[in-house]
């Protein structure tokens, strides 16, 4: 007899904000099909076997690293390095596009620009229904995390660190980052981002007139 699959477990933390429908897309995995919606709001999700944990980014744990803990490359040379996107190109102007709930529940977009720029362009497609609003808070909010993701910093730690997952936030000198890469074996090498925690002190969405 074949054993049943292990039922999932969810575990939603630091969630906030709401839309008004979703549109499913028929990709292939609910990963995929969510992804839009997590990146719009700040979302991390976590896969761990059948333990899934769905985190938002305001009031998370930080997990401070020190100095002293960042181990030396292969080459002898410290595994530390921070790279910065050149102001050139860095986002000027965010389109967000998205289901209007205002009107018909048809297609509609927002942009949000930076110091009246409009090149380069970052681009959202939202398959959400949400206001006008809304719409307008949520473009100027991911152009404002995009801005200030703009440094980049990786290094090798040891195996004590294994427990550590992309999303999770790490302090490093004196910064705030937000872990996108984590590779486990018989070091820890991670890749992560600046991450302002400001810009997730609040719910993104906005009120409708």
């Known amino acids: 007899m074949q054993a049943l699959a292990a039922p999932l477990r969810l575990q939603a933390e630091h969630i906030y904000g709401q839309v008004e429908g979703f549109a499913l897309r028929g990709v292939d995995t609910a990963?995929?099909?969510l992804a839009p919606l997590l990146l719009a709001f700040g979302i991390d999700a976590l896969v761990?076997?059948?333990?899934?944990?769905?985190?938002?980014?305001?009031?998370?744990?930080r997990k401070d690293i020190p100095a002293d803990d960042v181990l030396l490359n292969p080459n002898g040379r410290s595994s530390l390095t921070r790279s910065i996107t050149a102001p050139e190109d860095?986002?000027?102007?965010?389109?967000?596009?998205f289901i209007d709930a205002n009107g018909?529940?048809?297609?509609?977009?927002v942009s949000a620009r930076y110091e009246a720029g409009d090149r380069p362009i970052a681009r959202l497609d939202l398959?959400?229904?949400i206001g006008q609003a809304q719409a307008r808070s949520l473009a100027q909010h991911l152009?404002?995390?995009?801005?200030?993701?703009?440094?980049?910093?990786s290094m090798r730690l040891p195996p004590s660190?294994?427990?550590?997952?992309p999303g999770d936030i790490i302090g490093f000198d004196g910064v705030d980052w937000r872990l996108t890469e984590v590779t486990l074996g018989a070091v820890v090498e991670l890749t992560a981002r600046r991450f302002q925690a400001h810009l997730f002190s609040g719910a993104v969405?906005?009120?409708?007139d």
């Open 127 to 129: 398959p959400v229904a």
């Open 143 to 153: 152009l404002n995390a995009a801005l200030s993701e703009t440094e980049i910093l």
């Open 90 to 97: 860095r986002p000027r102007r965010f389109d967000l596009h």
């Open 48 to 61: 761990s076997g059948r333990h899934v944990r769905v985190l938002g980014r305001r009031n998370r744990p």
């Open 31 to 33: 990963r995929a099909e």
């Open 205 to 208: 969405a906005a009120e409708d």
């Open 104 to 109: 018909d529940y048809g297609a509609s977009h």
């Open 161 to 165: 660190y294994m427990a550590l997952e």
